[in-house]
């Protein structure tokens, strides 16, 4: 494949330029890694703290809990699949072609998308009665996952396809009873909370809800393109790319597939980014000087103080 189609000098240059922001990108979700490795609780005066007082007690912190996760998970998918790209990018020995491993580096890209879309629609939400709600609903879709699981398992040792000691086995069948009980007295209490939407639509509001918030440490990108606009690009070709879809073959060639990773890439960056700076705005003090130690990038400092102001300790 030639660099645009005919070898010029200027595909030479757009070229390159597309291989310089794949850098800067991958250079700013290695940034996150500290953040993503090194989990800490939240300010006992702040607001994600005061979402999960007296609530829930047997399963608190809920809030925080269902809104960490997901992006501890997203930066690490960030990370490695800025590193699969760096392989590429920083290749000297131009001797053997590098692979650009383009369905692990899309799916990547998604998942980080997904995971911190959810903590973006979960904690946006200015009503703190609303923000408990969604964690529940993200709880409820979560046990029935695991105890789909978990029947799937009971019914292995059951027919012997999978063996385990006896008091093995009949603790497991307890703990998957008890599972059950909580899964279906929660979900029975419809009023109690928020299902999330499938990952695609939730992903789609958390770009809108960036749009409607632009972060201050943007530097143009979500101010001039926004943020449901990539995100929406960027889900479609990766799906297809990911599930090996020939169609999206139509707008790899030519070197377009480099454009396609370094967008994938700033739709991932810019969500993770964001949901990263949302949950320390809820997890920080809002009057006292903050216990957490800043494991996130200092350019992020900025919109942590804006989003919160969104979200006062007291509302």
Same mark, same amino acid.
């Given at each position: ?108 890209? $998604?998942? *980080? ?17 609303? $923000? ?28 012997? !396809? ?24 929660? !979900? ?17 509001? *958390? ?11 943007? $530097? ?11 995100? $929406? ?32 890439? *700033? *739709? ?48």
């Amino acid at each position: 494949m030639s660099i645009d189609g005919n070898g010029t000098l200027e595909g030479l240059e757009q070229f390159m330029a597309r291989l310089g922001r794949i850098d800067a990108r991958a250079a700013r979700a290695g940034a996150l890694t500290t953040w993503g490795l090194h989990p800490q609780r939240a300010d006992p005066d702040s607001s994600l703290a005061l979402d999960d007082a007296g609530f829930m007690p047997d399963r608190s912190p809920l809030v925080e809990s269902m809104a960490l996760w997901p992006i501890m998970a997203a930066t690490d998918s960030l990370t490695t699949a800025s590193e699969l790209m760096l392989r590429v990018t920083k290749k000297t020995d131009f001797s053997t072609k590098a692979q650009l491993r383009a369905p692990s580096v899309m799916g990547l890209c $998604r998942s *980080a998308v997904e995971s911190s879309g959810r903590t973006i629609w979960l904690l946006g939400n200015q009503d703190r009665d609303v $923000r408990r709600q969604r964690a529940v609903g993200l709880l409820v879709n979560e046990l029935k996952q695991q105890t789909n699981y978990n029947g799937n398992e009971v019914d292995n040792l059951r027919t012997g !396809k999978i063996a385990a000691p006896p008091q093995q086995r009949k603790a497991f069948e307890k703990g998957h009873k008890e599972l059950l009980i909580e899964y279906n007295q929660l !979900k029975s209490n419809t009023a109690a909370y928020e299902s999330p939407p499938g990952f695609g639509t939730t992903t789609e509001r *958390a770009a809108d809800w960036i749009d409607e918030h632009i972060p201050p440490h943007d $530097r143009g990108e979500l101010a001039k393109g926004g943020m449901a606009i990539g995100v $929406r690009r960027m889900y479609s070709i990766s799906s297809a790319v990911g599930h090996g879809m020939q169609w999206a073959n139509d707008y790899a060639r030519n070197g377009d597939l480099f454009a396609m990773l370094a967008e994938a890439l *700033a *739709a991932s960056v810019n969500m993770t980014e964001c949901a990263v700076a949302l949950i320390e705005a809820h997890s920080q003090s809002p009057t006292n000087a903050t216990r957490r130690r800043r494991q996130y990038p200092r350019q992020l400092e900025p919109t942590i103080t804006e989003w919160k102001r969104l979200f006062p300790s007291t509302a």
